[in-house]
C-alpha cells in the first residue's frame, strides 16, 4: 500500500511552516473608522445585568436591580456557599453598570469611501485611518424557625437593604418562613429552592428597608455587591425564572485577569458581527440590534449564550466609551489591581478615541467578557457554569457603515467602475442587513432607494 | 453460480473496509465539518493543517527511526482529527506542537507492548496544562438532541466494528445514572438529564474517545470496571470539585489503571484489522493459562518482560497502527503449544 515516505511528510510540514511564518509575519489589522453609535442594555427592557468578577476561586458578583413595582414588594433570594460575613457584602454604585454597559456596548464605526480617481491620495487616507484608527423589623421567634428548618445566620442591614443568610433543611419550610417573614415570593418556590438547600448552600436573602432607602435619596435601588471563595465558577440563574413571563434576557459582565470567559454547559458563540450594513441603518442602529439579537436567538432556540464583547480593558478600538478608570474597576468589583500599581486604563474624559495598549507597565490585565443570553426555563434547564479560557483574541459587536464617494460618474475612467462596485456593495449589505435580522429583503432595498439587482447572463457580459 | 442474499451481504461487508479507523477518520472528519460550519467552532483551518502536517511527520519519524516501515498513518490521522475537534488555541503553534507531544506518547510511552495514553487525551492534557493561550470547549457541540443521535448512531458503527462497544454503552450508562442520581437526591428537574444526554461533548468523548481500543483493558469484566471507574471520576470531577472538562481529565487520571487491569486479567489484545479467523487458537484459553499475550521486542523503550518469542524486527505492536499482517497473532498461539 502507498503512503507518504517520510521525505514526503517533511516536506508538507515545510511547506506547513512557511504557511504559518507567512501568517505570523502578517501585521495585525487594527480597527479604523469612526464610532458612530451603541446599542447599550437599556434597549432590553428585561435585562438583568450581573458584574462577574473572578481570580482563582475568589468571587465577587455585583447584581443591579431594575426593580420597577413597589419597594416593598421587592426581594431577593440568591443560593451563596458559605454564611456572608457583614464585610463580604457592599452596596455598588449604578454608575458602574452604566459605564461597563457603555464600554461594551455593540458599536456602529462609520468609512467614507476615499475618491476613486485619486489613487496616491487613497493610500495616503488609508494610512491615516490605519494610524488613527429589608432591616427586617421583627424578630422571629427562632422556634418557630427551627419547626420549619431554617436557621438565620446572620442580619445585617447594609445601605438600603435588610438582609438575611439563612441556612435551611427543607424547602417548603424556608418558602413557607419567606412568606411569613413578609417576603412576596412565587409560587414553586420551594421545587426550585431545593436542589440548592440539599447542595447546602445558603441563602442570601435581601428587601428593601424603606426607612433606610428614604435616607439615600435614591429612586431607585443600588445593586448589591457581595464576594466569596468558591470552586463554583456559576450564576444561580433558575430561581429568577419563577415569575418569568416570556423570554428573559440576562447580561453578564465577567472581569477576569486572564482570558475570555465561557459558558460550559451551554454553546456560547460569538454574535455574528465586522459586517457591512446600509448607511441608513446609522439612524435606527438600536432597532437593528435588538432586531438582529431577537432573530439571532430565536435561530438558535434560545438555547445559545452571545459573545457580544471581549477585550482587554486598558483600551478599545473604536471605542463606544472610554476604559474604566482603576476606581471604576475596584468599583465593580476587581480585587486584583494593587494600589501602587501604575494605572489601569485612562481615566475617563481623558482617552483618545483609540486607547493603545499599555507597555512595559507592571498592571495587571483586566478582561472583560459581555455574554448576552435570552432564555426560558425550558431552554435554560441548568443553572450557567462558567470557565476562563486562555483566549485573548478581542472580539467586539461591531457593525460598519460605508458612504460611497459622492462624486461624478464621468470624472474618470476609474469612476464607472467604482460605481459599479458601490451598486453591487449596497445590495450585499442589504441582504445581509435582511439575513441578520429577519427584516424584508425588498423594504430594506426599498428604503435604500435600489432597485433588485437585474439579473445578468453570463453572454451579456461576454460582449459588454 | 446461485445467488443468495446472505451471500449478497457478505460480499457487501467484504467490500467495506475491516478497520475501524477508516470509518472513524470518515465520521470525525464529518464531524469536524459540521463544527466548523454549524457549530462556529473558534478553530483556525491553518490550525488543522499544522496539527495534521506535525501529527503524521511525527508518526513518520518514529517509524522510520525505530524502523517500523509500513505501519501506516491511520491512527495519526485519527488522532489529529481528535485534536482539531476538542483542542482550542489563539495561537497557531499549539496544535502543531500538541499533535507532537500526542504521536510521540504513543511510541514513548509504553507498558507491556501497548502505548499508554490515548494520544488526543494525552496531547489536549498536555496543551491546556503546558503551552499558554490554549484551551477546550466543552460547551461547544451545544445540548442538541438531533445531533446527539447523529453522534450515537455514527458512534456506534464505529464501536461496533472495533469490537469495543461494551466500554461505551457501560461508560454512557454509568454516565447518566450519576447524573439521574444526584437529579433524585438534589431534587432537581429531569430536565438536566436530558440535556446532559443531548451534550455533543459526552457522546463524541464515549464513542471516540475512551472506545479507542488500544488504551482500555484487553479483557471485558476489567474494561467494564474501567468504564464504571471513569465515569464515577468524571462525575467527581465535575459535580464535586466543580472543574470543567470532566470526561478528558478523568480519563487521563484512570489511564494508568489501564497496564494494571491488564496485568491482573491478562487477556487477548486488540488488533485494528479484525476478529481471529476460524480456526486460529483462541488466545483467551491462551491468555487465561496466565502466559501474557503480549510481546516486547528488544530495543522498545518499554521493559521487555516475556520477550522470548521475538523474532522480527518488530513482533508485537499491537497498539501501533498495523496494517501489515501481525505477527502478534501467532505468537502466543506458539507459546501456547
Not at chain 2, 466543552?138 to 438532541?145: A, I, M, V
Amino acid at each position: 500500500m502507498p503512503y507518504p515516505t517520510i521525505r514526503a511528510a517533511w516536506l508538507f510540514v515545510a511547506v506547513a511552516f512557511l504557511l504559518f511564518i507567512a501568517f505570523a509575519s502578517a501585521p495585525a489589522s487594527a480597527f479604523c473608522g469612526f464610532y458612530v453609535g451603541k446599542a447599550d442594555a437599556k434597549l432590553f427592557n428585561e435585562a438583568s445585568q450581573v458584574i462577574l468578577v473572578r481570580d482563582a476561586n475568589r468571587t465577587v458578583i455585583s447584581m443591579r436591580n431594575d426593580f420597577q413595582g413597589d419597594l416593598s414588594e421587592f426581594a431577593l433570594v440568591v443560593p451563596v456557599p458559605a454564611v456572608l460575613q457583614k464585610s463580604q457584602i457592599h452596596i455598588g454604585d449604578p454608575k458602574t453598570f452604566e459605564r461597563i454597559d457603555a464600554y461594551s456596548a455593540p458599536r456602529l464605526a462609520e468609512y467614507f469611501d476615499p475618491n476613486p480617481c485619486d489613487v496616491s491620495r487613497r493610500e495616503r487616507q488609508m494610512g491615516a485611518m490605519n494610524a488613527a484608527p429589608a432591616s427586617i423589623a421583627k424578630e422571629l421567634d427562632s422556634k418557630k424557625d427551627k419547626a420549619l428548618g431554617v436557621t438565620v445566620e446572620a442580619r445585617y442591614t447594609v445601605g438600603e437593604y435588610d438582609i438575611a443568610i439563612l441556612s435551611a433543611t427543607e424547602s417548603n419550610g424556608l418558602e413557607k418562613w419567606l412568606r411569613l417573614e413578609g417576603y412576596r415570593i412565587p409560587s414553586g418556590a420551594s421545587k426550585a429552592l431545593r436542589p440548592y438547600i440539599r447542595q447546602n448552600l445558603k441563602f442570601f436573602v435581601a428587601r428593601v428597608n424603606l426607612a433606610e432607602q428614604a435616607k439615600t435619596g435614591f429612586t431607585y435601588l443600588r445593586p448589591l455587591q457581595f464576594a466569596f471563595e468558591s470552586e463554583r465558577f456559576m450564576l444561580p440563574v433558575r430561581l429568577g425564572m419563577l415569575n418569568a413571563k416570556g423570554p428573559q434576557d440576562l447580561v453578564v459582565y465577567a472581569l477576569t485577569r486572564n482570558g475570555r470567559v465561557e459558558t460550559t454547559n451551554y454553546r456560547t458563540v460569538k454574535l455574528p458581527a465586522n459586517v457591512e450594513l446600509p448607511t441608513y441603518t446609522r439612524a435606527e442602529f438600536g432597532k437593528f440590534y435588538k432586531a438582529l439579537f431577537e432573530t439571532q436567538s430565536k435561530r438558535e432556540d434560545y438555547r445559545v449564550v452571545w459573545t457580544e464583547y471581549f477585550w482587554d480593558m486598558a483600551w478599545c478600538d473604536p471605542c463606544a466609551a472610554d476604559p474604566l478608570s482603576p476606581e471604576e474597576l475596584k468599583g465593580a468589583g476587581v480585587f486584583w489591581l494593587g494600589g501602587d500599581e501604575p494605572a489601569i486604563g485612562v481615566a475617563p474624559g481623558t482617552a483618545p478615541p483609540i486607547a493603545s495598549p499599555r507597555t512595559g507597565s507592571g498592571a495587571q490585565p483586566v478582561m472583560l467578557t459581555r455574554l448576552h443570553l435570552r432564555y426560558t426555563p425550558e431552554t435554560l434547564p441548568e443553572d450557567l457554569m462558567f470557565q476562563e479560557t486562555q483566549d485573548r483574541q478581542n472580539f467586539q459587536a461591531r457593525y460598519v457603515l460605508r458612504h460611497a464617494w459622492k462624486g461624478d460618474a464621468g470624472a474618470c475612467d476609474a469612476a464607472p467602475r467604482y460605481f459599479d462596485e458601490v451598486a453591487k456593495r449596497r445590495e450585499r449589505e442589504a441582504q445581509t442587513l435582511a439575513n441578520l435580522t429577519g427584516w424584508d429583503l425588498n423594504q430594506i432595498r426599498a428604503q435604500m432607494n435600489i432597485a433588485a439587482a437585474p439579473k445578468t447572463m453570463w453572454w451579456e457580459r461576454l460582449w459588454k | 453460480m446461485t445467488f443468495s442474499p446472505r451471500s449478497a451481504m457478505s460480499a457487501a461487508r467484504e467490500l467495506l473496509p475491516k478497520d475501524a479507523r477508516v470509518f472513524q477518520i470518515l465520521f470525525l472528519a464529518l464531524l469536524l465539518t459540521t463544527g466548523v460550519l454549524l457549530r462556529d467552532f473558534s478553530l483556525h483551518p491553518l490550525q488543522v493543517a499544522l496539527a495534521f502536517a506535525a501529527g503524521l511527520a511525527t508518526q513518520a519519524f518514529w517509524l522510520k527511526r525505530l524502523g517500523l516501515g509500513q505501519r501506516g498513518f491511520l491512527s495519526a490521522i485519527v488522532t489529529c482529527c481528535g485534536l482539531s475537534l476538542l483542542l482550542r488555541s489563539d495561537t497557531l503553534w499549539a496544535h502543531p506542537l500538541a499533535a507532537t507531544l500526542a504521536m510521540s506518547s504513543k511510541f514513548v510511552l509504553r507498558i507491556h507492548g501497548k502505548h499508554l495514553y490515548n494520544p488526543a487525551n494525552l496531547g489536549v492534557i498536555a496543551a491546556i496544562t503546558l503551552l499558554p493561550g490554549t484551551w477546550v470547549s466543552p460547551g461547544q457541540w451545544g445540548n442538541d438532541l438531533a445531533l446527539a443521535v447523529w453522534l450515537l448512531m455514527l458512534g456506534t458503527i464505529v464501536t461496533t466494528r472495533a469490537r469495543r462497544l461494551d466500554i461505551s454503552w457501560v461508560f454512557l450508562g454509568a454516565f447518566l445514572g450519576l447524573v439521574a442520581l444526584r437529579i433524585v437526591l438534589l431534587g432537581q428537574s429531569w430536565a438536566i438529564w436530558w440535556h446532559q444526554l443531548g451534550n455533543g461533548a459526552l457522546l463524541l468523548f464515549t464513542f471516540f474517545m475512551i472506545s479507542d481500543p488500544m488504551t482500555i483493558p484487553n479483557r471485558r469484566g476489567p474494561r467494564i470496571a474501567y468504564a464504571l471507574i471513569v465515569a464515577a471520576a468524571a462525575i467527581g470531577w465535575q459535580y464535586l470539585l466543580f472543574r470543567p472538562n470532566a470526561l478528558i481529565w478523568a480519563l487521563f487520571l484512570a489511564t494508568p489503571l489501564v497496564p494494571l487491569l491488564d496485568r491482573l486479567f491478562a487477556g487477548e489484545g486488540f488488533s485494528w484489522r479484525g476478529p481471529e479467523p476460524a480456526g486460529s487458537i483462541p488466545l483467551r484459553a491462551c491468555a487465561t493459562s496466565g502466559i501474557p499475550s503480549t510481546a516486547v521486542a528488544e530495543g522498545w523503550p518499554a521493559p521487555a518482560r516475556s520477550a522470548t518469542t521475538a523474532s522480527s524486527s518488530f513482533p508485537a505492536l499491537p497498539s501501533l497502527t498495523s496494517d501489515a499482517p501481525s505477527s502478534r497473532r501467532a505468537q502466543p498461539a506458539a507459546r501456547c503449544r
